[in-house]
């Protein structure tokens, strides 16, 4: 079901080694002020632009009151890889809320 209106944002992952880059050894940080987000539309789409090239982890809904994390089949947070000029499309993003 499509959440309309809602904030998505991305957190940047950092990894202990720069080789492993597997999601239980990864960490990552989102800001407030300074992650990239989007709002989704009336079908549940969003948009980021001028995204810097690395990993992120998608988080929706409002980080300070209710929110849920994109995870991977085995419940990490699930890293998407956005590289530089192309288009990244993520295909659907599932999200389960608490």
């Keep these: 079901m499509p959440l309309p209106g809602t904030v998505v944002r991305l957190a940047e992952v950092y990894y202990a080694e720069e080789d492993d880059k597997r999601p239980e050894t990864g960490a990552y940080a989102l ?3 300074f992650s990239p987000s989007a709002i989704t539309d009336e079908q549940g789409y969003f948009i980021f632009q001028d995204i810097e090239p690395r990993d992120y982890v998608i988080f929706v809904g409002d980080i ?3 929110y849920a994390v994109e995870v991977n089949e085995k419940g990490f ?3 998407r890889t956005v590289q530089a000029d192309v288009v990244n499309n993520f295909g659907d993003v ?3 809320f608490p």
């Design 31 to 33: 800001d407030n002020a």
């Design 64 to 66: 300070s009151v209710n």
């Design 77 to 79: 947070p699930r890293a």
């Design 94 to 96: 599932i999200i389960e």
